[in-house]
């Protein structure tokens, strides 16, 4: 869920940095209606393509995992053993 603001966070905030003078000198990007477009297109792409899971996350608000939750999951055998497999004889 993180990830999904994060990366709805990242395009705006680099568009927006990329246009400094001071930051990239003479490199620096011209803040375009386009650019703006973008920056707001984009977010909204990932909050629609997130939106189920943001949406559980809030309804839900289910605290983190405990670090002993985190290893019972990490200790859960796989479904099936690959090595002990035989293929076609």
């Given at each position: 869920?993180l990830?999904?603001?994060?990366?709805?966070?990242?395009?705006?905030?680099?568009?927006?940095?990329?246009?400094?003078?001071?930051?990239?000198?003479?490199?620096?990007e011209?803040?375009?209606?386009?650019?703006?477009?973008?920056?707001?297109?984009?977010?909204?792409?990932?909050?629609?393509?997130e939106?189920?899971?943001i949406?559980?996350?809030i309804r839900?608000k289910?605290?983190?995992?405990?670090?002993?939750?985190?290893e019972?999951?990490?200790?859960?055998?796989?479904l099936?053993?690959d090595?002990?497999?035989?293929?076609?004889t």
């Amino acid at each position: 869920m993180l990830e999904a603001l994060v990366n709805g966070i990242v395009t705006p905030a680099s568009a927006v940095s990329l246009s400094f003078t001071w930051l990239m000198g003479d490199d620096a990007e011209p803040l375009t209606a386009w650019v703006i477009a973008g920056s707001v297109v984009v977010p909204l792409g990932i909050m629609l393509y997130e939106g189920a899971t943001i949406w559980q996350f809030i309804r839900e608000k289910k605290p983190p995992l405990s670090a002993e939750e985190q290893e019972a999951l990490l200790a859960v055998p796989p479904l099936r053993d690959d090595a002990n497999i035989q293929g076609p004889t």
